[in-house]
């Protein structure tokens, strides 16, 4: 019987081998080399030549490494197809397929899209529970409409492609399409760019809402709903694609070496700093400052902001992660690790710092540290060393403690403290890119380039929103009345309170 097996084990060996010596003759001959669509010039090999482009390189370069792979002889090709074939097993072969990659880019975006919940929950736990149903809505509001907004506008005028309408200032965007946006295999951007038009764009269209989000906590309890979401559009739609394009599309301070990896200044400082100049039209809530110093207003539902406050930090590796735009294995773990170290390190010099001059363990500075070790690591998530990155995050964290009684002490009302964990810590996150002793061996960025990135992201976010804040206040007011304040917004605004408390 045993020598039956054998035999019959050796049959089916002997007919596998002769499919595969089969499959090897009929792929051998997949491609002719010598055929015009895969010839290489020492141009396009040229990353300073204008026929340069990756995407093209690699998909000619695998077509030409499955040939070399599956018998094709070295001997048929030029150097400069070996070259390209080189360049896309070095680039290609080394990291996870094109289908992992775009499947990672997705989950991450997945991630951010959590993050939104993430801000409602701390947003209405840290505020009153009057204000509940407003501050949901208004998050609601906000990914729904930043969304399609981004998708009819915003995408491609941050990513102009070079077609630029003011030369690496402004671009005029366009609609996403079929034809522009697709890019289901590497042309769109090779394997640096590993995913396709679509996982790019959802990707990207998550951080889009992140800005006004960040502004809805700051003027939580006393904005005008409506004149909140006319301020959102504009400043998703409008403002945002334009400063992020200076950056991540290849405009004037991405030329001039300005570095942000996962955007403390292109996401964070614009919110926080567009979310100052709102809070200051708008004013404190009414009662929040008195003669005899501030009065303090509690909040709500401190479980459900910590639930919050952790929801984000579970998003934020996505956020940072995400930015990888592959799934390149070192990238994304050490991005991974650095994240974690930044939101612990945050956290926990942010509960020291708070505790000794409270006397008193705070669970909200807590919490705020978290979110603020987050945005001091997010610029130079890949930049930084471990210990770099710790310090950063630590550093973070003590700046939010001071700069939240900082705000309280000139009387900037900000409820959730967004203004210091997203304006001043994205800031600092910024330029600590551009200290060397917290980067890895020829990482980092020039201090002067990185301060004069953030200084103009924060001015513009700071000068749009005001102006266009002030607009708005001027033709139909941006304050509910003191009566609407006082008996809560949920009521004033949406005629239903976010908790039933009848006996029925």
């Known amino acids: 019987m045993k020598t039956k097996l054998n035999y019959s084990f050796s049959l089916i060996l002997a007919a596998v081998m002769s499919l595969l010596a089969l499959n090897t003759t009929v792929n051998a001959e997949i491609i002719d080399p010598k055929a015009e669509e895969f010839q290489i010039t020492s141009e396009m090999l040229d990353p300073e030549h204008a026929d340069y482009s990756e995407g093209s390189l690699d998909i000619i370069g695998k077509d030409i490494y499955k040939y070399m792979q599956f018998g094709g002889t070295p001997d048929s090709l030029t150097a400069e197809q070996i070259s390209a074939a080189e360049g896309y097993y070095d680039r290609y072969e080394d990291s996870p397929f094109f289908g992992l990659s775009t499947v990672w880019v997705l989950l991450c975006a997945f991630l951010v899209f959590i993050m939104h919940l993430g801000f409602a929950s701390i947003e209405s736990g840290m505020c009153q529970r009057k204000n509940t149903v407003n501050i949901l809505f208004k998050n609601v509001f906000i990914i729904c409409s930043g969304l399609l907004l981004y998708a ?78 006319i301020f959102a559009v504009l400043i998703v739609g409008f403002a945002y694609p334009i400063t992020g394009g200076w950056k991540w599309g290849e405009g004037w301070l991405d030329a001039a070496g300005f570095y942000d990896f996962a955007g403390s200044s292109v996401v964070h400082a614009f919110g926080g700093f567009a979310a100052l100049a709102c809070v200051l039209i708008l004013g404190p809530r009414v009662g929040k400052y008195t003669k005899n110093g501030v009065k303090p207003i509690l909040p709500s539902n401190l479980p459900l902001a910590n639930i919050g406050a952790l929801l984000l930090w579970f998003g934020w590796f996505g956020f940072n992660c995400g930015s990888v735009l592959s799934a390149d294995p070192a990238g994304i773990s050490y991005v991974a690790v650095t994240t974690a170290l930044g939101a612990a390190s945050g956290g926990l010099i942010a509960i020291l710092v708070s505790w000794v001059i409270t006397k008193k363990p705070d669970l909200s500075m807590a919490l705020n540290g978290i979110l603020a070790g987050l945005v001091g690591i997010t610029a130079g998530a890949d930049q930084f060393s471990l210990l770099g990155s710790s310090i950063a995050g630590g550093i973070g964290g003590a700046l939010v403690v001071v700069a939240v009684m900082f705000f309280d002490k000139i009387k900037i009302d900000d409820p959730v403290g967004a203004i210091s964990v997203h304006g001043v810590v994205g800031v600092w996150g910024t330029l600590a890119v551009g200290i060397p002793f917290l980067c890895l061996p020829d990482a980092g960025s020039h201090f002067t380039v990185q301060l004069l990135g953030t200084a103009s992201i924060a001015a513009f976010a700071f000068a749009f929103s005001y102006i266009t804040f002030y607009a708005i206040k001027l033709v139909m007011g941006v304050r509910v009345e003191d009566q609407e304040e006082h008996e809560g917004l949920d009521v004033a605004e949406h005629g239903v309170p976010a908790y039933n408390d009848s006996a029925n």
């Open 152 to 229: 009819v506008w915003g995408f491609n005028a941050m990513y102009p492609l070079g077609n630029w309408t003011v030369d690496s200032i402004f671009a005029i965007g366009g609609p996403l399409s079929m034809a522009g946006n697709e890019g289901n295999d590497l042309s769109y951007g090779g394997t640096a760019l590993c995913q396709t038009g679509w996982a790019d764009f959802i990707f990207q269209a998550m951080f889009a809402a992140t800005a006004a989000t960040i502004v809805s906590g700051a003027v939580a309890e006393r904005v005008k709903l409506s004149s909140f979401m």
